[in-house]
């Protein structure tokens, strides 16, 4: 039970002089009593004072552990959240590798094709299969995927670049890539075409539109005419292409030049 102090009697008062002198005496007599409960409370108190401050100290301790900790748990979090975005990043890199390597086999498989219609046209040419056929089905000049009815055993396979053009009108023509070629059916996936209209009667082969023939070039200045054997050429002016034939240069001894006073 905390330390307490007992109360004082009524103090004598000088406005009550028939009970001055008991109650001085009470009053005074309790002074040795207050004395040593005073001094017990404040000794309880100095020690509640110390358990306060270690109390204190104790707190202060904690606490300072408790923001150690919370800062090693968002470095954790931190470290976390930059495991996660690496994850997140080789997941990133996983899918691009893999549309990579998608598209890698694609390409692949392209090129097989077009080495396997490569090597159809390469064995159709040793074996002297034709390259051209005529068609009189009706097609309506435009792009899209055409069918026409052609020669069997041609040598049109899918990718082949086909150009089909009207018999004696070359203004009318279209021009794709093969799809298909099975039997006597022959269906090109058509994206230019030139005219308008309908033809029905069709000169068909491997290629491209005919291109226009290119301007003739200006003829080269050349080397100039003459010159005897062992004749070089030389500049004879800074212009391009100013040159003309001369003799080789003699060598003169050096001798010959001390002799007669050059050096």
């Given at each position: 039970m905390p330390a307490q102090i007992t109360a004082f009697p009524t103090p004598p008062s000088t406005n009550d002089p028939a009970n001055f002198n008991t109650r001085a005496d009470a009053f005074l007599g309790q002074m040795p009593t207050f004395v040593t409960e005073t001094n017990a409370l404040s000794t309880e108190v100095y020690g509640l004072a110390v358990q306060v401050t270690a109390d204190k100290a104790a707190a202060a301790a904690s606490a300072a552990t408790a923001t150690a900790k919370a800062t090693q748990a968002a470095d954790q979090v931190g470290l976390a959240a930059a495991q996660?975005?690496?994850?997140?990043?080789?997941?990133?890199?996983?899918?691009?590798?893999?549309?990579?390597?998608?598209?890698?086999?694609?390409?692949?498989?392209?090129?097989?094709?077009?080495?396997?219609?490569?090597?159809?046209?390469?064995?159709?040419?040793a074996s002297g299969v034709s390259f051209s056929t005529k068609s009189l089905t009706a097609n309506t000049l435009g792009t899209g995927t055409k069918t026409w009815t052609v020669d069997a055993n041609e040598s049109f396979v899918e990718g082949m670049p086909i150009y089909a053009v009207a018999q004696g009108d070359p203004t009318k023509f279209m021009v794709g890539v093969c799809t298909s070629y099975a039997g006597a059916t022959l269906t090109v996936a058509v994206t230019q075409a030139g005219g308008s209209g309908s033809v029905s009667n069709w000169n068909i082969s491997i290629g491209g539109v005919p291109g226009v023939q290119g301007v003739q070039g200006i003829p080269g200045i050349g080397t100039p005419t003459g010159g005897a054997k062992g004749y070089l050429l030389k500049k004879k002016s800074t212009s391009d292409f100013d040159f003309e034939w001369a003799p080789e240069p003699v060598e003169v001894p050096v001798a010959y030049l001390m002799k007669h006073g050059v050096f």
């Open positions: 996660v975005t690496l994850a997140a990043g080789q997941v990133t890199l996983a899918a691009g590798q893999v549309t990579l390597a998608t598209t890698q086999a694609g390409i692949a498989t392209t090129k097989a094709s077009e080495a396997v219609a490569t090597l159809t046209q390469i064995q159709n040419v």
